[in-house]
């Protein structure tokens, strides 16, 4: 199986940006969908960003469309997460998750593995 763990996350004022990455171990990570979720206290855990393993179609949830960007680097068993224009409700702990199916999806069942999550504070 893959091994996930996240780092990049901390506390950033409104408007800054921060850049999350997540490192992948064991098994082949290009062969992997990967996605990225959120959790903030009291709710659901949700889709933020998908990207298949070509990396040829990332894609974002609505809410964060225009400020968040997916990316990866299979050289470096590396997917990255970079969110730009950060508001107060961004607030959650981010997780990566990974597919066998190659692909993306945005339900969290549909991943076989998770990392630990980084949290992200979004406040004056």
């Known amino acids: 199986q893959v091994q996930l763990v996240e780092s990049g996350g901390g506390l950033v004022q409104p408007g800054g940006s921060l850049r999350l990455s997540c490192a992948a171990s064991?098994?082949?990570?290009?062969?992997?969908?990967m996605g990225w979720f959120r959790q903030a206290p009291g709710k659901e855990r949700e889709f933020v960003a998908g990207i298949s393993r070509s990396g040829v179609d990332p894609y974002v949830a609505d809410s964060v469309k225009g400020r968040f960007t997916i990316s990866r680097d299979n050289a470096k068993n590396t997917v990255y997460l970079q969110m730009n224009s950060l508001k107060p409700e961004d607030t959650a702990v981010y997780y990566c998750?990974?597919?066998?199916?190659?692909?993306?999806?945005?339900?969290?069942?549909?991943?076989?593995?998770w990392g630990q999550g980084t949290q992200v504070t979004v406040s004056a």
């Open positions: 998750a990974a597919t066998l199916s190659g692909y993306y999806g945005t339900g969290k069942q549909e991943y076989d593995h």
């Open positions: 064991g098994r082949t990570f290009s062969n992997y969908g």
